[in-house]
């Protein structure tokens, strides 16, 4: 569907598809990473799941085989939820949420971490903190790797009216990334309001040193017929300084809305858009990606979020750092 309107957040949409999927009949795919180059490839994570079902999916490698269109690649599955892609010093980091249940009964999740430089083949090496999704990292320009932690719980709230924060920590290495490093994340302050949650979905070092954050921000909103509440999720980007601690021009860049109509898993997640992240563009404007309606996986045209920070660092050929270094990384 091509089009130039002003969405619901104050962005403009260029234009808005659905991804399609090929090789997982019957399957629904959604909440994917964001595409990347490997091998002189294309490629996407996605979370593979019934929809009739919850908390039973897995992940998937898909290839690119047109636009909008990827294929599954069936060597390798993990037995996890809403994918995620970093790309440091040569090798492809894969992250997603793992589901531990108990008598078919969910008893807790925690964050699982992969590795590997063949993508067909990553392995297992580190775990996150119980109880907690939405881990993510990030280059700095120290050289470092910044960890994005998203606690949530009782104990949030009662301390910070919100129902989840972003912590924020440091690690010289990927092999640093441990439970420990994890939980002890510093907060940062001023993310979201009371009865607000959400977290950071994909993180980019700027050319100023600072980091754009792509997330999601979710809030329960009653529905206007009176007959109970949706579960919101908005597509944000905010600005981290990390020196300073600091998240500014926090702003809503994609609802729900914005994306192509569709069905939705539950009638509670029909206003639904969990942010993927965010992939440069040829003519400077950005594809943003995000699941819709915990079912499908979405992509809209916008302009650059971190334009007037310098826009994300870029190697000599133009494009962005990871994914450069996941295009040459041989």
Request: net charge negative; hydrophobic share 35%.
């Amino acid at each position: 569907m091509n089009r130039s309107e002003v969405a619901k957040s104050g962005n403009k949409i260029y234009s808005a598809s659905k991804l399609q999927f090929s090789g997982v009949d019957g399957y629904d795919v959604y909440n994917c990473s964001i595409p990347f180059v490997w091998d002189g490839k294309s490629y996407i994570f996605g979370r593979v799941e019934k929809r009739s079902r919850w908390a039973e999916s897995w992940v998937y490698l898909f290839e690119k085989t047109g636009e909008d269109e990827y294929t599954a690649v069936k060597d390798r599955m993990y037995q996890l939820e809403d994918p995620y892609v970093f790309i440091v010093d040569g090798e492809l980091i894969l992250g997603g949420t793992h589901v531990t249940k108990i008598g078919g009964e969910v008893q807790s999740f925690c964050s699982y971490f992969y590795r590997g430089t063949d993508v067909r083949d990553l392995t297992y090496f580190t775990s996150g903190v119980d109880g907690m999704k939405d881990v993510r990292l990030t280059l700095l320009a120290n050289g470092k790797i910044g960890v994005f932690s998203r606690p949530r719980g009782i104990h949030i709230r009662e301390q910070y009216g919100s129902e989840s924060m972003i912590g924020f920590a440091t690690i010289d290495s990927i092999d640093q990334l441990v439970p420990n490093v994890i939980a002890n994340a510093e907060y940062i302050s001023g993310i979201f309001e009371n009865g607000q949650w959400g977290g950071c979905n994909q993180a980019y070092l700027l050319k100023n040193g600072k980091i754009g954050v792509i997330g999601h921000l979710s809030n329960k909103i009653a529905r206007t017929d009176g007959s109970g509440e949706l579960l919101s999720y908005k597509n944000i980007a905010f600005v981290f300084n990390p020196e300073k601690m600091q998240a500014t021009h926090l702003h809503v860049i994609a609802t729900r809305s914005d994306y192509p109509e569709g069905p939705s898993k539950k009638a509670e997640l029909e206003d639904c858009a969990f942010t993927s992240g965010i992939e440069m563009r040829d003519d400077g404007k950005v594809n943003l990606y995000s699941g819709i309606g915990d079912c499908e996986e979405g992509r809209v045209v916008i302009d650059d979020p971190f334009a007037e920070e310098g826009g994300i660092l870029a190697c000599s050929d133009g494009r962005t750092a990871q994914k450069t270094t996941a295009s040459h990384h041989r």
